[in-house]
C-alpha cells in the first residue's frame, strides 16, 4: 500500500470541520471568526468552562438561526455549575433545532449526590426532547470498577451517548490502560458503548481499539477563549492567534504537517483514485485484505455522508467523521446516489472502483441496496 | 428463494448460508441494557430485537455486534465458528438470521430490508375533513380555535357540496372518508344533511364507497342522533372522563363545565340507536388511568381513543405547558397497558386505545397504517382539511393557517393537479421527513414515530424544521412497548383493527 504523503496531492490534515470551541464570556472566537467557522463547520461544539447563563444561550441561538448547515453541542459541567442552574436553560436549549446533544461533564469521582443531580439533569435534558449526554472526566486515582458502576448508572439515568477524557494530558496511571480497556470492553458485551472523548496519552496499547472522537486533528480543530488555535484541547502546540490571523490564515500552513497531533502520525485517512492506480485507501487495510469478489455488481451504494467542496478535492463527512476526497474520487462520490449501481460506477471509474466503494461501506459512510 | 424475499424462513435462510459469506456488521444501532439483556433497535428499517445477556456477549465478542462504532467490521462466515461455545454454536444459525432480518448484520453487502424501498406514502388523501363552521356552543380550554371576539360563519350548503364533488370526482382512489368538524359540526346541520345526501349521490355515480363520519362535543346530540342515525354517519364523541376530570377544561363560555350535557346526548344517541366512538383529551397525565376506567366502566367502551392536549390556539394562554412533562406522560400512559392486560384476564376482551394499539402494531411491521406517525406524516397525502370559508389545507389541524393553504374550492385546479403542483404541499412533505429535522435524522425511534406531527411543531417551535415538541414520549413509549411485548407475547393482541391493514413480519423480533 502506498503512503498517500508521497504524491502531496491532498491534505493529510483537512481544513477543519469540527470546531471544538471553548467559552466564556468574551470568547475571542465570538467575533469575526465566528463567521469562518459557520462557513466551515459540519459541527461546533461549545464548551462551557463557566456556569450556563443567558448569553450563551444567546450565541446558541444566534447560531441556531443562521441559515448553514451544522450541529451544535452543548458541553458543560454539572457538578461546579449546579444542576439547577443548568436545568433553568433546558427549556430553551430544547427549542434549538441545531442541538444534536448536551453533554454534561462529570467527575470519576463524583459523590452519590452529585450523581444524582446529574440523573436528574439527564431525565428533564431528555424529557424536554434534548439528546443528553456524559462525558466523564477520569482523575487520577480512579477505581475502574467504580467507573464501570457510574457509567452504568448514567446509561440508566438516560445518558444517550458516554465518552471519557483524562483530566490533564498527565498519565495518571501506568497500568490503568489495560484495566481501563478491560472495563471498556465489559461496558460494550453489556450493551453499553463508551467512547473515547479525548486521547488517553501513553495509554494507547491498551485502547488502540478506540479511535477517539477528537478524530486526532483531522478535520477538528480546538479554539480556547482566548483564541488561540490547537489541534486539540491537549496539545501544547499553538497554531494560531485569532486575534491576529484570520482561521483560514492559520490552517493551510498544517495542512501537509504529520505533527499536528503527534499520536496521529498514521492514521492517514484519504482516498484518491486516479487513471493508472484507480485506488489508493490508506489506513484501510480491510480493503486488501476482503476484496469484495462477491458483491452483486447490481447493488446500489446509498450515500450516508455529506460532500464539502475544497480546493483540492472534496472532503466527505459524516458526524464527526470524515475522509479526503481526490477531484476524481469526488467525481465517484457524487456517483454515489441511491440509483448508479457498482456495475454503472465500475463502468465509469474502472473495476478496482468498487474496491473504494467497499472502503466507504466498511467505514459506514455507505449502505448498499438491491 | 432469494434472501431478498420477504418471506425468508429460517429454513430457507439456513440452507442459503455458504462458509465463503461474508458477514458484515451494521453500524448506528441502538443499544440499550436492562437487567442483563440488551434491547438492540436498528433505526433505518425499525427492526428490533431483545438479546440475553449470554447470547450478547457472544455476538459482540465473535464480532457480530459492535457497539458504539460508527464502522463497519467484517468477517467470513467459516471464520465464525472455530473456537465457539458449544451452546452458542448450536443457535449460531438462528442468531444469524434474527439479525439478518432485523438487518442488524449484512450478508454479502445484503441487507434484507431495502430501507429506500420501505416508509413509502400514498400519493393522495382518502380522508377529507370538512370544518362546517369553526364557532362552537363550548369554549374548551385546550381547543386548537382560539378566544374570537364574533361568531364564525357557517359553511355554506353549496360550499359543502362542491368539496365533496370535487374529492370524490378528482382524488383518485375507490375508498374515501368524509368527516364532519369544526367548531363543533352539528351547528350546522343543513350542511351535514345535505352533504350527506349529495356524497353517497356523487359516490355511487363514480363508483366510489364513501364513509361519512362526525365528531361533536355531545352538547346537541339529543337533538340531532336520530337525524345523524338515518344518514348512516359514524359519530365521534369529544369526552375526557368523569365530571370532576371532564368539567376542568371542557366549558361552556361561562365557564360551566359540560359533563352532564355531553352524557344526556351520550344517552340519546345510544337510544337511536348510534354506537358512538368516544376521545378524550389528556391534560394532567394522571389523568389516564381515572379517564380509562370510565370509558370501559361508566360508557362501556371498548375502544376510544384519548389524546394529550397541545400547545396551540387556547390552550397557548389558558394553560401551562411545561417543557419537561413528556416523561410524566409517557409513564402514566404506560399504565394503559396493565389497564388493558387486566381488563383481558378478567373479560377475556381485548379493549382498543388509540394510539396503544397503533404503536404496537409499529412494532411488529413496516406498515404505517395509520396517516401520523409516519415520514412525512399524512399531511397531503393521507388528509386534506377544508375550511368553512372553503379553503383547502392540508391537514385538518392546519384549517385556518395561510402558511398550509393550498387553495379554494371555488378556484382551484382538479384537487389531484393541485397537490401534484402545490409547492406548499410539496415543501411541507419535504420539511417532514425524518431526513431533514435535525433531531429526527439520528433518533433511533425516527421509523416508528415518524418526525411527529407538523402542526405540533409547527405551533410549538414557529416552523417546520423542529421535532415534535413531545418527542420524548414517543421515544420512551416505543421503547417500554418493546420491553413489555419481549416479556409478554399476547400484547400483540392490541393491534386490533389495525391487523387488516398490516402484514406482520416473519420472524418474531424477541430472541427470547
Partial sequence: ?370 | MTRYSLDLSFEDFKKSLSPDDLLTTVPGLYFSPRSGRVLIVEPESASWLVVPPKEFGYLVERGLLAPGSGARSSLRLADLEPGLDPDFKAELDRWLYRLFVGNMLAINGYAYHQPSRLWAVQKYPHYFNIHLTESCNLACRYCRVGDSPGRFALMPVETCKKVIRRVVEEIPGTKIIIGFHGGEPLLNPEAIVEGSKYAREVARSAGKEVTLSLQTNGVLLRKHSQLLKELNIEVGVSIDGPAAIHNRHRVFGSGRGSFDEVMDGIQAARQAGLNPGYLAVIHDPGDYLPVARFMVETLGATSFRLNFSCYEGRAKSKLDFDPTRAAAFARNWLQLLDFVLEHHRQTGVWLSIDDLNLFVAHLLTKDRPHMCYRSPCGAGNAILGFGADGKIYLCEELVGKDQFCLGDIETAPPLHRLLDESLVHARASESRRVENVAACAGCPWRRFHGAGCLNKSFEYFGDLEHRDPMCHFYRVVFEELMWKLADNPEIINLISYYKKYIRVQNEWPVGI
Avoid at chain 1, 253 to 267: H, I, K, N, Q, V
Fill in chain 1, 1 to 370: 500500500m502506498k503512503i498517500f504523503a508521497r504524491n502531496q496531492t491532498l491534505p493529510l490534515r483537512p481544513e477543519p470541520f469540527v470546531f471544538r470551541l471553548e467559552w466564556k464570556p468574551g470568547a475571542e472566537w465570538a467575533g469575526s471568526a465566528l463567521e469562518e467557522i459557520i462557513a466551515e463547520a459540519h459541527f461546533i461544539q461549545l464548551e462551557a468552562v463557566q456556569p450556563l447563563d443567558e448569553e450563551v444561550v444567546d450565541l446558541l441561538r444566534k447560531l441556531d438561526d443562521r441559515p448553514e448547515k451544522f450541529s451544535l453541542r452543548l458541553l458543560s459541567r454539572a457538578e461546579d455549575f449546579g444542576a439547577e442552574t443548568i436545568k433553568k436553560f433546558i427549556g430553551p436549549l430544547s427549542r434549538l433545532k441545531k442541538l444534536d446533544a448536551v453533554i454534561f461533564v462529570i467527575s470519576s469521582r463524583s459523590d452519590e449526590p452529585a450523581q444524582a443531580e446529574v440523573s436528574s439533569l439527564l431525565s428533564a435534558a431528555a424529557s424536554a426532547g434534548l439528546k443528553p449526554g456524559i462525558l466523564v472526566e477520569l482523575e487520577p486515582g480512579a477505581s475502574v470498577s467504580g467507573l464501570e458502576q457510574l457509567i452504568k448508572n448514567l446509561r440508566l439515568s438516560g445518558a444517550m451517548e458516554i465518552a471519557l477524557r483524562p483530566t490533564s494530558a498527565a498519565n495518571p496511571h501506568p497500568n490503568f490502560g489495560k484495566n481501563l480497556a478491560n472495563c471498556l470492553s465489559h461496558l460494550k458485551s453489556e450493551g453499553i458503548p463508551v467512547s473515547l472523548g479525548e486521547c488517553f496519552p501513553g495509554l494507547e496499547p491498551g485502547l488502540s481499539a478506540l479511535e477517539p472522537n477528537c478524530r486526532r486533528a483531522f478535520g477538528s480543530c480546538y479554539l480556547d477563549s482566548q483564541g488561540l488555535v490547537r489541534a486539540c484541547r491537549q496539545s501544547r502546540e499553538i497554531l494560531g492567534d485569532l486575534s491576529r490571523q484570520k482561521l483560514a490564515e492559520i490552517w493551510p500552513g498544517y495542512l501537509f504537517a504529520e505533527d499536528l497531533c503527534s499520536r496521529a502520525a498514521l492514521t492517514v485517512q484519504s482516498l484518491k483514485l486516479e487513471e493508472n492506480e484507480a485506488v489508493e485507501a490508506n489506513g484501510m487495510a480491510e480493503v486488501e485484505n476482503l476484496s469484495p469478489t462477491s458483491l452483486d455488481s447490481s447493488l446500489r451504494p446509498v450515500p450516508l455522508f455529506i460532500l464539502k467542496d475544497k480546493k483540492w478535492g472534496a472532503a466527505l463527512i459524516k458526524g464527526l467523521d470524515g475522509l479526503v476526497l481526490s477531484p476524481k474520487g469526488e467525481k465517484l462520490a457524487r456517483m454515489i446516489d441511491g440509483k448508479n449501481t457498482l456495475r454503472s460506477i465500475r463502468k465509469k471509474f474502472g473495476p478496482r472502483s468498487a474496491g473504494l466503494i467497499y472502503a466507504l461501506f466498511l467505514r459506514g459512510l455507505v449502505r448498499l441496496e438491491k
